[in-house]
């Protein structure tokens, strides 16, 4: 039985994968010419599913600082715990913020 996870972690090898071998100058137009062709093309944005906080330990932002994470792709809940990995690390989650009320 496949399930979305193992059919996602397929996909993000696959990512991986060309990457790789676009690094390393693999990668030549005449492979890609069966590609699909997308026409009228204009760059854009899509929503993602990510979370919002304060964060404190990350490597690389302050303490206290606002920030939105890259895209949630796993959610684990264990030992009363809850932490998700994102596209670009996993992030330990604290308290929910709670909703404003009206």
Partial sequence: MQTRITEE???L??????LERLEAGTIE??????APCLDQWIHSSRKVPCLEGVVEG??????GHQIATSEV????YADD?????TLSRWYRLGNPRQRATS
């Avoid at 137009?29 to 069966?34: D, E, G, H, I, N």
């Avoid at 715990?81 to 990995?85: G, N, T």
Wanted: hydrophobic share 45%; net charge positive; glycine share 0%.
């Fill in 13 to 18: 090898k696959k990512l991986v994968a060309d």
């Fill in 58 to 63: 990350h490597p690389s932002l302050p303490d």
């Fill in 81 to 85: 715990e809850h932490f998700v990995r």
């Fill in 9 to 11: 972690i397929r996909r």
């Fill in 73 to 76: 792709y796993a959610h684990l």
């Fill in 29 to 34: 137009s005449p492979a890609l010419m069966a």
